[in-house]
């Protein structure tokens, strides 16, 4: 079993920046899978960002180059930094990972770009 405790959302301004924290229970190597999903109201929950079991890292169209991802093995902790953020990356932002079969996901956190 797996808890993800996501953190860091909230209110910012268009074109403001916000630094998203997912805290794991337990250590998870990089050899799996772990990454953000968002959903907004009315959609179907999309990929964001993620880390690849080969650790390489894989983005939405509609971030790269605004949102960067990183990984604290450590820590066991994932962060999404978003910067540049607009209106339309409103949405409830999960954290995902996939550990020896199974998939985990977080409680959620949202975040609102919005003057």
């Known amino acids: 079993q797996v808890q993800l405790v996501e953190s860091g959302g909230g209110l910012v301004q268009p074109g403001g920046s916000l630094r998203l924290s997912c805290a794991a229970s337990r250590t998870i190597f990089s050899i799996y899978p772990m990454g953000w999903y968002r959903q907004a109201p009315g959609k179907q929950r999309e990929l964001v960002a993620a880390?690849?079991?080969?650790?390489?890292?894989v983005y939405s169209d509609s971030v790269k180059g605004r949102f960067t991802i990183s990984r604290d093995n450590a820590k066991n902790t994932v962060h999404l930094q978003m910067n540049s953020l607009k209106p339309e990356d409103t949405a409830v932002y999960y954290c995902?990972?996939?550990?020896?079969?199974?998939?985990?996901w977080g409680q959620g956190t949202q975040v609102t770009v919005s003057s």
């Open positions: 880390f690849s079991s080969s650790s390489r890292t």
């Open positions: 995902n990972c996939a550990y020896l079969g199974s998939v985990y």
